[in-house]
């Protein structure tokens, strides 16, 4: 059973590295969660490298601009892994002709892989980051789009695989929400960011530039996303503190107050084990 913690100061002294989740741990794409920021602020001061770890689909010096303009403390993190980063070598290897699935200001992930921007009937690979407003659409407003594109084999690939993220206090689809539909279509999909390992050894390896060789039994992940953050950690065999505060906390919630047995009971019915669970990061 998951240990509650009430703050990350408790467990430290336990781990060199932690790999954090950004959206829904430290901000809600509107406001920062400020005792996440001091709590890896403080845990950088005790000598834990902190790298960040996320399925935003922009490359990582995007997420640093939008983390700065949020609020997120530069203090609290040592490097970023974006999944737009490990998604790039994707786009590298794959057909030039792309559909953009997504919004403009995503483009720069393709900027500088000799990518040909097309329509759909001139597409050889799907590249998609979100929906092109994802306040109003779904999946669904796709279909016959994609289905045309599926039956041509056009392979897609997804630059964000959550399925959905708090916009401050909505749920808003993610591409990866956009990748299932296709598959459940018969479409080719291919991703690198969380849960696959391709984040998680890029972001390894950004920790070990930071201070050298590590045990990885000591190494830490945080994050709130079941399919993504809490699979992809427990997968890749690394100890994990559950948010249980973010995209899950209306399963568990009740009249306002977060029972502690109906989280243990949801993370046993989801059959995963985190080390630790907390409401929130602090």
Known sequence: MAEHIASLAE??????VILCDVWGVLHNGVAPFMPASYALAAARAAGVTVVLITNSPRPRAGVITQLAAIGVLDEAYDRIVTSGDV????????????????????HPLVEGLGVELTGEAEAETIVCTGFFDDETETPEDYRDSLTGLQARGVPMICANPDLVVERGDRLIP?????AAFYEQLGGETLIAGKPHNPIYEASLAAALE??????????????????????GALDFGLDLLYVAGGIHAADYTVNGTMDSSMVS?????????????????A
């Open 265 to 281: 009971d949801w993370l046993k019915r989801e059959n995963v084990a985190p080390k630790f669970w907390t409401p929130k990061l």
């Open 174 to 178: 993610c591409a990866g929400a956009m």
């Open 87 to 106: 998604t790039r070598d994707l786009i590298a290897a794959a057909k030039k002709k792309v559909y953009f699935l997504g919004p403009e200001r995503d």
């Open 11 to 16: 467990i430290t002294k336990g781990y060199d």
């Open 210 to 231: 930071v201070r050298g060789e590590f045990d990885r039994r000591r190494v830490l992940a945080i994050g709130d996303g079941l399919p993504t953050d809490v699979r």
